[in-house]
């Protein structure tokens, strides 16, 4: 069974061909963290000093609506995926929102000062750098047009593509949140596509 680090590994290959050699310059750097249900990844208005990498478990981004004091989820990243506020980490400006692990989660995490130093280091890993904004653009240019050009059922299917295993995850109202709609609509999609 492989380790926490060749799962990583792993994955930074088949994402931005980082070779065992790539790699190993930065082994030293990643840590390992354990979130309980609830914990925070990042805080509102803290700023984001690290990129995870998640093992195991389901994040979420999320605001709280000033006039109303609901919670609205942004995004949700699951295993195998980057978890990051990424503009704050970017800039490194206090963030909008707050991250949150949704279940009992496992990460392998860097600081990006380490991270800016190994873009200096190689080009590979500078490579990873614009990739990952690349992925951070288009997942939020994809968020944004699901709401402008896509009805609920589409944006549900695209859940389940995108998180295939969220539904054993997190209760459903957090998934009714992401999708834009009440829990008796996300009922009648999910009826409707067993359905079919």
């Known amino acids: 069974m492989p380790t926490d680090l060749e799962i990583l590994a792993q994955a930074l290959k088949a994402l931005a061909d980082i070779d065992e050699n790539e790699f190993s310059i930065s082994a030293s750097c990643w840590q390992k963290k354990s979130y309980k249900k609830g914990e925070y990844y990042n805080e509102y208005r803290n700023v984001c000093k690290y990129l995870g990498f998640i093992l195991d478990g389901v994040f979420r981004t999320y605001y709280v609506d000033d006039d109303t ?5 942004v995004f949700f990243y699951s295993k195998n995926q980057v978890v990051v506020s ?19 989660s496992r990460i392998l995490y860097i600081h990006i000062d380490d991270l800016n130093k190994l873009y200096q280091q190689s080009h590979k890993w500078e490579h990873l750098g614009r990739i990952i904004a690349e992925l951070a653009f288009g997942v939020s240019m ?11 059922e589409q944006r549900y299917l695209q859940l389940l593509e995108d998180h295939p295993d969220i539904f054993n995850s997190i209760p459903l109202y957090q998934i009714s949140s992401y999708l834009g709609i009440q829990g008796p609509s996300l009922s009648r999609i999910r009826k409707r596509l067993v359905g079919k």
Not at 86 to 104: A, E, G, L, R
Not at 142 to 152: A, D, G, I, V, Y
């Open 69 to 73: 004091g609901e919670e609205k989820n």
């Open 142 to 152: 994809n968020r944004t047009e699901s709401f402008l050009f896509q009805k609920p």
């Open 86 to 104: 990424f503009k704050s980490f970017i800039t490194q400006t206090p963030c909008n929102y707050y991250t949150q692990s949704m279940t009992d």
